[in-house]
């Protein structure tokens, strides 16, 4: 089955710090993709960035950017240079390989990192 | 991208009544999605809305509780049926773009409704 774990329900971070928030992922498939989602308090849902399994390069999104580590299978979240707004709840999914074999590709979610970014 | 709506972005609902949320896609999508959030909660996929067929239903989620519909590749429906307090929650539209090549590194949501159930 697959997993995804968030082990800190709540982080602080003071403004211009950087941050990361771990994520950790169980599956058996060799082909899977990985996201991070902000959630701000009004509720939608803002992709923040994408890591595929067979990617060899960390991605990034400007100020984001994704520490993978395969064998390890974590897939942290780094935010450099914090701001007052991205204080939000953030989410790491996980879309698994039954969408490479034709299925549906719905993704799995973790519990979630609420950060609060202090003045 | 894909820029997804909802409607309506909240609502007060009685307990036993029934409210359908639409969903609207500014482009064809391959797989659409509705997700639900209850309060402090991650979120949890009620079901996947197959286009010309039935939707498909994850555990714990029923098609008399929550009927899908998804008449085109742009558009679906969620109803809540029945609706008490434990429905109280956000749910989530959401979809895949279609594209020739893999497009699997991309998933979008709609801004969520925000439902309470009295």
């Known amino acids: 089955a697959q997993k995804i774990t968030q082990t800190q329900p709540g982080m602080f971070v003071q403004e211009k710090e950087a941050v990361t928030l771990d994520c950790t992922y169980d599956?058996?498939?060799?082909?899977?993709?990985l996201f991070w989602y902000k959630q701000p308090s009004s509720g939608e849902m803002i992709f923040l960035i994408y890591q595929g399994s067979y990617d060899e390069q960390n991605a990034t999104e400007g100020r984001y950017s994704l520490n993978f580590q395969k064998a390890r299978k974590s897939a942290n979240l780094v935010i450099s240079a914090s701001q007052l707004g991205d204080s939000a709840m953030y989410f790491c999914?996980?879309?698994?390989?039954?969408?490479?074999?034709?299925?549906?590709?719905?993704?799995?979610f973790g519990k979630g990192t609420k950060l609060s970014v202090k003045p | 991208s894909a820029v997804i709506s909802q409607k309506p972005s909240r609502d007060i609902c009685q307990r036993g009544t029934s409210l359908t949320i639409q969903c609207q896609v500014d482009?064809?999508?391959?797989?659409m999605f509705w997700y639900r959030q209850q309060p402090g909660q991650s979120l949890t996929l009620i079901a996947t809305a197959n286009q010309g067929s039935e939707a498909t239903y994850e555990s714990g989620f029923v098609i008399d509780k929550f009927p899908i519909s998804r008449p085109n590749l742009t558009f679906s429906t969620l109803t809540v049926s029945n609706m008490s307090p434990e429905d109280s929650s956000i749910y989530l539209c959401?979809?895949?773009?279609?594209?020739?090549?893999?497009?699997?590194?991309?998933?979008?949501f709609g801004p969520g409704t925000r439902l309470t159930v009295l």
């Open positions: 999914a996980m879309r698994g390989g039954r969408v490479y074999r034709g299925s549906q590709g719905n993704l799995i």
């Open positions: 482009s064809q999508v391959t797989m």
């Open positions: 599956t058996s498939d060799q082909s899977y993709g």
């Open positions: 959401s979809a895949t773009p279609r594209s020739g090549g893999s497009s699997y590194n991309e998933q979008f």
